[in-house]
């Protein structure tokens, strides 16, 4: 059974045209996690959600932004996608967050195209 | 320095090769350590946590050395099937909470 759901499993869309990644867990954990993986690269964190706590890397553009309406359910909106912004959109949750984090459950992301 | 190194590889090994990837990181406080896999276009998914004693699961075991801040992942016996890219991860202290940082991964080819 799917642990981490990410929807729609492939997004295109047009330069500067608004999009919205849906992620949900069946795992009742309490964080969940928004990462962006470009080629060969390593998955970067733009930001986080400790049960309702929003946390946002510095580094994560404006453009980019988050909502958590539940437990179960995290979006990823961003506002006016730019070519630089094509990647796989990873969601994960972990139970807790800490020194001793718990493992990390990825979903199967979200592969953004932007024309 | 990055938080979080790996050589990226690839390491090109015959099959019944060991092989071994190391990933160096830089926050001495860091507690918890992974190793993920990710196929190609595919998610990360877990292979091991690594615990400060060393910890084995088949054919594949993982090391921490605090002293030089760095965690091994050791694959012996390699499969065509162990062909990917080897993820670590490392709870990095940032503003009072831990955030887990990848490293870049180091991509395996393993070749009949």
């Known amino acids: 059974d799917a642990m981490v759901i990410q929807n729609p499993r492939y997004q295109v869309t047009q330069f500067g045209k608004p999009v919205t990644l849906s992620c949900s867990q069946t795992l009742n954990h309490n964080v969940m996690y928004w990462y962006q993986q470009k080629s060969s690269q390593a998955p970067k964190l733009l930001f986080h959600y400790y049960d309702k706590d929003f946390n946002n890397e510095a580094d994560t553009p404006d453009n980019f932004q988050s909502r958590r309406p539940n437990t179960s359910f995290c979006f990823l909106d961003i506002r006016s996608p730019g070519l630089g912004d094509a990647a796989m959109y990873l969601c994960?949750?972990?139970?807790?967050?800490?020194?001793?984090?718990?493992?990390?459950?990825f979903g199967p992301g979200t592969r953004l195209t932007v024309l | 320095r990055k938080e979080v190194e790996q050589d990226p590889g690839p390491f090109n090994v015959p099959e019944g090769a060991t092989v071994a990837f190391n990933c160096t990181y830089s926050?001495?406080?860091?507690?918890?350590f992974f190793w993920y896999r990710q196929d190609c276009r595919k998610e990360p998914k877990l292979l091991m946590s690594v615990y400060s004693s060393g910890n084995e699961d088949g054919r594949f075991t993982a090391q921490l050395n605090r002293a030089s801040q760095y965690i091994s992942l050791l694959i012996r016996d390699s499969k065509l099937s162990d062909s990917a890219t080897y993820l670590c991860v490392v709870n990095i202290g940032s503003g009072g909470s831990y955030i887990p940082t990848f490293g870049r991964g180091t991509s395996l080819i393993v070749h009949p």
């Open positions: 994960a949750t972990s139970r807790t967050q800490g020194a001793f984090t718990d493992t990390q459950y």
């Open positions: 926050n001495s406080a860091s507690q918890s």
